[in-house]
């Protein structure tokens, strides 16, 4: 119990101070959740909401999903997360989320304790609660648990995974109390008499086998399989498997992003004391608790053949970067999305064998990336999507084929505002292309030669790609019945298609490429002439079980 209830209170979002990913800068921004709810009760897709940039597993089954790294413990599904601040500090016991749009992908929420510097789980669930069927709004309110300090910053994260569609919310509330619980110290001593230790001796024959029989190579395969805290919790339980656990080959693939709100030095000194010879490392999220020296220190001495490195989101400045090229000279996949305090990517033409490389996010230039490309002639996926808008993209595009003629999958969404027929005409020499997501680049906006020659490159490259498995169109208004057409005869291989807000395509336009496209199994054709159509969908649904189709709904005025 709080010592008064008149010292309640519930605070709305004053400040945002982190997120993992945006669908937008300013509609669809995460800083639309500060304040009062702008949108809630109504249901819908709305710009003034916070959205994040991906949902469902579409992303995860297009070769340009980061590689994973490691085993990640069941417990442990986020993959959204947004850092909100509040006006006052409160002893916190609940927090209220406005959801306007397919709702329940909220699994865990963390508490910022300033006086020791940490992050504690107020509260945690096994995977989100979808509403499949929900139609409406929903203000849910979650419980917190053993919170006893002041706290004015939280953090959701969320398992967007299972969601039908982009999640959205609205607004967020803290609610608690400016004074702190009192503690009941009877009732703890009651609790405390209550609790027995119970013993239990059993007499094992002499001729059965124990766990450490087995042989030690079977163990280390054994280990393989599991997640770096089963891992130690089997080396607490006796001294045998805990020499076991200490076998250096078992933290090869090392997943640190679980452990994002625990992970301090000894973690790295305890790794540099084992030996071990890390070729994969995950450290996405992790940007406290350690220090940059002693993370840099244990790259030194344990990851001198690293291989794939994460550090999405984890604060990290450019010239520390330059420090860690100069120690993983044999680097292939290297993920820097959302680092926010990177100004300058020069550091990357430090490696020459990078393969996968994202950069969501970031702020790049031109000059920047084409040094990228002609040091690394062999990268295959890029990830350049929300990086501070090109203002001519066309010499990247170029010095892409001209370097990296090899390359599968290319993420730019957002990354300019419109595309010239030079642009479509470099592109299409990007023979292997199999993902492309040109999201929210448009033609030029004319009707004259500009235009006109920019509609017809755009089609002559979608009708010569004939690899591609994913094409994002999205917000492409230009997209039309002939566009659709190619589509259909072109593009046997495609698997997902993004079509939203592309008004002009009709019903027949969806029934020819779905019927065509036999691989198809996603196609968003939200907001098009076609997504209004109610019966069309019904039987789209029933004729084609295969294909997800997405048609979202509005509740604002806005067009494309």
């Known amino acids: 119990m709080f010592k008064n209830d008149t010292f309640s209170q519930s605070l709305p979002v004053c400040q945002v101070n982190g997120f993992s990913s945006s669908y937008g800068s300013q509609s669809y921004s995460p800083y639309n959740i500060i304040g009062e709810p702008q949108v809630y009760?109504?249901?819908?897709?709305?710009?003034?909401?916070?959205?994040?940039?991906?949902?469902?597993?579409?992303?995860?089954?297009?070769?340009?999903?980061?590689?994973?790294?490691?085993?990640?413990?069941?417990?442990?599904?986020?993959?959204?997360?947004?850092i909100l601040k509040f006006a006052k500090k409160l002893y916190a016991n609940s927090v209220a989320?406005?959801?306007?749009?397919?709702?329940?992908?909220?699994?865990?929420?963390?508490?910022?304790?300033?006086?020791?510097?940490?992050?504690?789980?107020?509260?945690?669930?096994?995977?989100?609660?979808?509403?499949?069927?929900?139609?409406?709004?929903?203000?849910?309110?979650?419980?917190?648990?053993?919170?006893?300090?002041?706290?004015?910053?939280?953090?959701?994260?969320?398992?967007?995974s299972q969601s039908y569609y982009y999640t959205e919310i609205d607004a967020v509330y803290l609610k608690g109390?400016?004074?702190?619980?009192?503690?009941?110290?009877?009732?703890?001593?009651?609790?405390?008499?209550?609790?027995?230790?119970?013993?239990?001796?059993?007499h094992c024959s002499q001729q059965s086998l124990s766990l450490v029989d087995l042989p030690v190579f079977v163990m280390i395969k054994i280990f393989e399989f599991l997640s770096l805290d089963e891992v130690l919790n089997i080396g607490a339980t006796c001294w045998c498997l805990r020499r076991l656990t200490m076998e250096p080959a078992i933290y090869s693939q090392l997943n640190l992003q679980p452990y994002w709100h625990s992970l301090n030095n000894d973690v790295f000194n305890h790794m540099v004391e084992l030996k071990v010879r890390?070729?994969?490392?995950?450290?996405?999220?992790?940007?406290?608790?350690?220090?940059?020296?002693t993370f840099l220190w244990f790259l030194e001495k344990c990851c001198g053949s690293l291989k794939t490195l994460n550090?999405?989101?984890?604060?990290?400045?450019?010239?520390?970067?330059?420090?860690?090229?100069?120690?993983?000279?044999?680097?292939?996949?290297?993920?820097?999305?959302?680092?926010?305090e990177i100004k300058n990517i020069a550091f990357i033409s430090k490696w020459s064998s990078i393969v996968h490389l994202n950069i969501y996010g970031l702020d790049v230039t031109a000059k920047e990336l084409i040094s990228v490309f002609m040091r690394n002639p062999g990268l295959k996926y890029l990830n350049m999507g929300a990086v501070t808008?090109?203002?001519?993209?066309?010499?990247?595009?170029?010095?892409?084929?001209?370097?990296?003629?090899?390359?599968?999958?290319?993420?730019?969404?957002?990354?300019?505002?419109?595309?010239?027929?030079?642009?479509?005409?470099?592109l299409a020499r990007l023979k292997d292309?199999?993902?492309?997501?040109?999201?929210?680049?448009?033609?030029?906006?004319?009707?004259?030669?500009?235009?006109?020659?920019?509609?017809?490159?755009?089609?002559?490259?979608?009708?010569?790609?004939?690899?591609?498995?994913?094409?994002?169109?999205?917000?492409?208004r230009h997209v039309d019945s002939h566009t659709m057409t190619i589509i259909a005869n072109s593009l046997h291989r495609l698997e997902q298609?993004?079509?939203?807000?592309?008004?002009?395509?009709?019903?027949?336009?969806?029934?020819?490429?779905?019927?065509?496209?036999?691989?198809?199994?996603?196609?968003?054709?939200?907001?098009?002439?076609?997504?209004?159509?109610?019966?069309?969908?019904?039987?789209?649904?029933?004729?084609y079980p295969r294909v997800s189709f997405k048609t979202s709904f509005t509740i604002d005025s806005y067009s494309f």
């Open 389 to 426: 808008p090109l203002l001519d993209i066309i010499p990247v595009i170029k010095a892409l084929a001209d370097y990296c003629c090899g390359l599968i999958s290319l993420d730019i969404w957002r990354a300019c505002k419109t595309a010239s027929h030079f642009f479509f005409k470099e």
């Open 278 to 293: 890390v070729t994969d490392l995950n450290l996405a999220w992790c940007s406290t608790g350690y220090t940059f020296p």
């Open 41 to 82: 009760p109504r249901y819908g897709d709305a710009s003034k909401s916070c959205v994040f940039r991906t949902y469902g597993q579409w992303w995860k089954k297009m070769p340009n999903h980061f590689p994973s790294v490691g085993v990640t413990p069941s417990w442990f599904s986020s993959d959204e997360f947004i």
């Open 497 to 543: 298609l993004d079509i939203l807000g592309c008004s002009s395509v009709l019903p027949d336009d969806i029934f020819k490429v779905v019927s065509k496209c036999e691989n198809l199994v996603f196609l968003d054709y939200s907001f098009s002439h076609a997504a209004s159509n109610k019966e069309f969908k019904e039987m789209l649904l029933k004729k």
């Open 97 to 160: 989320l406005y959801e306007t749009y397919h709702p329940g992908c909220l699994v865990r929420i963390f508490l910022y304790n300033e006086r020791n510097n940490s992050w504690r789980c107020g509260y945690s669930r096994r995977g989100p609660k979808i509403y499949h069927d929900n139609m409406e709004s929903v203000c849910s309110l979650f419980q917190l648990k053993d919170v006893f300090f002041l706290c004015d910053t939280i953090r959701l994260e969320f398992d967007t």
């Open 433 to 476: 292309l199999e993902e492309l997501d040109m999201g929210w680049i448009n033609l030029p906006q004319s009707s004259g030669k500009e235009y006109r020659e920019a509609m017809e490159a755009m089609k002559l490259f979608i009708g010569s790609s004939v690899n591609l498995k994913k094409l994002y169109l999205t917000a492409n």
């Open 311 to 340: 550090l999405a989101n984890t604060g990290i400045s450019d010239n520390e970067m330059v420090a860690i090229a100069n120690i993983t000279p044999n680097l292939n996949n290297i993920n820097v999305s959302r680092c926010c």
């Open 177 to 202: 109390f400016l004074q702190g619980p009192r503690i009941n110290i009877d009732a703890i001593e009651t609790d405390l008499d209550r609790l027995t230790i119970q013993s239990t001796s059993s």
